[in-house]
């Protein structure tokens, strides 16, 4: 039996985001730029997507920006952003435990003199708002968050993060923009871009069973941003370059899907969460590194680590019994970088951060699987901890 816990690097694609994308590219394979009907049957699989993601957003479908993907998303909202509106300030707030997605972009446009400041975070991961608060001068223009933590699973405090931004905004007469990573959030909980004062919010397909190379940056009406890649004009002039029919149509009804009896989902991701804490507590050794707080901790991710057993040992170890896992981030474990900086900032002594595991689920993980790879991990620590001594 397979048993797939890397939902955090990509999930499968849905049998239903097949069919959409086999039809795009076996039959309505217009270019949406062409004035033919083929032309006109491609533009309707993009306005069906905007309608289908904006739904579950509660946002209106022009403020849906289709991009290849969570990286692109998140370099446009940031790099943009700030080249946008540069002459109202260059500060720019995020935190230390962001996705190279975030960090790189950040560190670019500090090269090119824009003033970072990073929030540290707690033992669990999580910023303190009243860090954020102290942060927020004249100069600040954007500030930028994850959602979910794509390593240890840590809820940031969003809803308190917006509305401390929009405080301020009210009593400086400012315009400072809220951009969200929401590439680990979006699918797992409802997520109102109005409601909780966001400006920006980035999302990537594949990890929603849509498929790989798309994804979408939702822009609030009349947010100021700058366009990265310049060309033919296509969205409005935002991204130019011929739409990726199959992509977004594919990522519109994933949208669609991951929306569909969503409580039944998490609680269903949520009881395999309990399950695998509860069989990790069973085990001499391991150190939970993702909090039990449900209110505080995403459904879908756990991280461990256990005493004595490298991350990439036990990693392959599982494999060989089909159970696949991951000892980091899928974005940046082919780097040299032995230890996550994301456990760094939640100071784990460096031994733990060399074996640790992240467990992610999606709504097909079923206890079952759980309770076989706890069975598993039973029966393979002590004899890997057994061969580490010797």
Known sequence: ???????????????????????????????????????????????????????????????????????????????????????????????????????????????????????????????????????????????????????????????????????????????????????????????????LGIDLLSVSGHKIHGPKGVGFLYIKENTKIRPLVLGGGQQGGMRSGTDNVPGVAGLGQAAAEA?????????????CRRRLIAGLKEIEGTHLNSTEDETKGAPHIVNCSFEGVRSEVLLHALEEKGIYVSSGSACSSNKKAPVSSVLQEIHLPKELQESAIRFSFSDRTTCDQIDCTVDALKELLPQLRRFTRR
């Open 1 to 195: 039996m397979e048993i797939y816990l890397d939902n955090s690097a990509t999930t499968p694609v849905s049998e239903g985001v097949i069919e959409v994308v086999e039809k795009t590219m076996r039959e309505d394979f217009g270019n949406p730029s062409s004035r033919h009907r083929k032309g006109v049957d491609a533009e309707q699989y993009l306005r069906r997507a905007k309608e289908q993601i904006a739904a579950t957003l509660k946002v209106n479908p022009g403020e849906i920006l289709f991009t290849s993907g969570g990286t692109e998303s998140d370099n446009l909202a940031l790099i943009g952003a700030a080249l946008a509106n540069r002459r109202a300030g260059n500060h720019i707030i995020t935190t230390a435990v962001e996705h190279p997605a975030v960090l790189q972009p950040l560190r670019m446009l500090e090269e090119s003199g824009f003033r970072v400041t990073y929030l540290g975070v707690d033992s669990h991961g999580r910023i303190d708002p009243d860090e954020l608060k102290e942060a927020l001068c004249p100069e600040t223009i954007l500030v930028s968050t994850m959602y979910v933590n794509n390593e240890i699973g840590a809820i940031e405090p969003v809803a308190e993060a917006g509305k401390i931004i929009a405080q301020y905004n009210r009593a400086q007469n400012r315009q400072i923009l809220y951009h969200v990573d929401a590439i680990q959030a979006y699918g797992k909980m409802r997520i109102l871009p109005k409601k």
């Open 259 to 271: 929306y569909e009896d969503l409580d039944r989902k998490v609680e269903g991701m949520l009881l």
